[in-house]
């Protein structure tokens, strides 16, 4: 911007692991050419942020200057850009044996030959567009790989492991803006589920006016049975075991056949205290 003063910002208090790092990477990116010396009256301050790998990666604050300019932090800090940019240099391998997101760069091929082609064209490309990966983290020639949240094998694409566990520890959602977020996480695996409009049919009409949000079935399910003697039944809610119940057969019962004891073995009056208010289901071996 034209006449704005200067924008210089005094440095972070850096701890002892951090000006060794600090030092250890102006070094690095020195001696690649990345960097030189300045005395411009233009300034940002340094700060670190830990990596997945547990290193740190050195970060400018750009904030200040942002005041005046548009681009945040550095490049890569910057997807659209940066996406742009590696479509534009990546272009003629693109979904023919390479995926790009951001900064990440997926290689795949059908055998080890041609592996071996694609990864030397992508390396050299890179190198004469003077774009640098880190080594430590690539990994090559490995048979399954984990990618943007799934599992890619020669088998085909998988659901991440550790992503179901994370479904399937979500608490349970009761407003209907909850509900929407949970169908929202849990539909981007749709591909993934056979019948998914169907099992979240029930979950989807909770998101309605005027529907009752009911989280699971609290409703009870007697199971019961006819024998020479007595009747006998069990109450299980969410197939756990409630209550037992048992009676002996009446004098006139007891000339019934199998058949009419079993669709007369319901004995459900003796749990209506335990289900008053719920729904009441009975299962017997009468067909």
């Not at 208090?13 to 990477?25: C, T």
């Not at 991440?160 to 479904?167: G, Q």
């Not at 399937?168 to 591909?191: N, T």
């Amino acid at each position: 911007v034209p006449g704005a003063a200067p924008v210089a910002r005094a440095p972070y208090r850096l701890a002892p692991f951090g000006m060794k790092d600090l030092s250890k990477q102006l070094k690095e990116l020195s001696d690649k050419g990345s960097i030189r010396p300045s005395s411009s009256p233009w300034g940002a301050p340094v700060l670190f942020v830990k990596k997945k790998d547990g290193s740190f990666q050195m970060c400018i604050d750009y904030r200040e200057l942002n005041k005046l300019t548009v681009m945040p932090f550095r490049l890569t800090n910057a997807p659209a850009v940066f996406m742009d940019l590696m479509n534009q240099v990546c272009k003629p391998y693109l979904d023919k044996f390479m995926i790009i997101f951001i900064d990440d760069i997926l290689i795949y091929s059908k055998d080890e030959k041609e592996h071996e082609e694609h990864l030397k064209a992508i390396l050299e490309l890179l190198k004469k567009e003077e774009l640098y990966a880190k080594f430590s983290n690539c990994e090559f020639w490995i048979p399954k790989v984990q990618f943007l949240g799934h599992v890619i094998d020669s088998q085909g694409i998988h659901v991440d492991p550790t992503n179901i566990e994370s479904v399937k520890g979500w608490a349970s959602p009761k407003p209907p803006m909850e509900i929407r977020q949970f169908l929202g996480l849990a539909g981007y695996y749709r591909r993934f589920i056979e019948g998914f409009l169907k099992i979240t049919k029930p979950m989807t009409k909770l998101t309605q006016k005027k529907v009752r949000s009911k989280w699971g079935s609290k409703d009870f399910i007697v199971y019961c049975d006819a024998l020479n003697k007595g009747l006998g039944a069990v109450l299980m809610q969410r197939e756990k075991v409630i209550s037992y119940a048992s009676r002996q057969l009446k004098t006139h019962e007891k000339n019934y056949t199998t058949h009419d004891l079993e669709l007369g073995a319901d004995v459900t009056p003796l749990f209506v205290k335990k289900t008053l208010g719920h729904n009441l289901g009975v299962s017997s071996k009468h067909n």
